[in-house]
């Protein structure tokens, strides 16, 4: 994966610890919400499922392939959002993808926690796409 070898050495090492290590892989017998989805540019393939109680985000079960920066955003977006209220998780959502496609200041990255990681992702355009994926399908979750 050239595009990471490109990103700041410290960025780098978490994406690969998320990548070959990857949070909250499991499934959940019985999901409160669950949802496929995936990137044909890429081939990366994911499925979310959500645990959700009293509108907090109790557990998180993510399964998947696919490239590097897929899996590693997938896991990083689970370990960011787990134990968020479900208006915070969205908000959160919407400042990822600022970071990814737009400029995000730098007051409202602590918000993101490790997944800021990504944001080199940015310098290349067809891989924003992969590090969305699991994100945009989280958002279709939290606000359907
Ligand atoms: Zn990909």
Sequence with gaps: MNEINQLDEMYHE???DHYRSPRNNH???????????NNPFCGDEI???????GGIIKDIGITGRGCAISQASASLMG???????????SVIYHLFRELLTGE???????QLGDSVALEGVKK???RVK????????????LEE
């Design 104 to 110: 995000l200041s730098e007051d409202k990255m602590d």
């Design 79 to 89: 370990e960011t959002l787990l134990g968020k209220q479900i208006e915070e998780a």
């Design 124 to 126: 290349f355009p067809i």
């Design 47 to 53: 499925k979310l499922q959500l645990k959700m109680e």
């Design 27 to 37: 499934v959940i017998s019985q999901p409160t919400k669950e949802i496929e989805s």
């Design 14 to 16: 978490i994406i690969l």
């Design 130 to 141: 992969c590090a969305l994926l699991s994100w945009s399908a989280m958002r279709d979750m």
